[in-house]
């Protein structure tokens, strides 16, 4: 029987997880459900919905902040690709975005080691 509720647990905590980061999610989920499945006492229901909601807050959390560092890498690109502008023309420009692709892709297939320091 522990197994199962373990993995009932674990289940819902990812469900929760998933769940947390879409789009328009604002709630938790009920957990009447489970929370009769497990046969909690009062006090176990309520340590549990504390628990899921701070994790789904959490989660939510994380989200935006991720959603504001995308959005802050985005302007700060724009404003790197605009002061490029102000020293190359579009030509040029071009040339030199491809140039750093090409050495980005290097890197990521060759990533340089560490100097030694013996």
Known sequence: MKPTILLLVVALFGSLSVQAMQPGSETS???TEIID???LDSEQASKLTALVQQ???EMKAQHQQRKQDRSERQQMRQQHREALLSVLNHEQLYQFENY???LHQQRRRHPQRPASTE
């Open 100 to 102: 750093m692709h090409e």
């Open 29 to 31: 989920p009920d957990l």
């Open 37 to 39: 499945e497990l046969q």
């Open 55 to 57: 994790h789904h807050n």
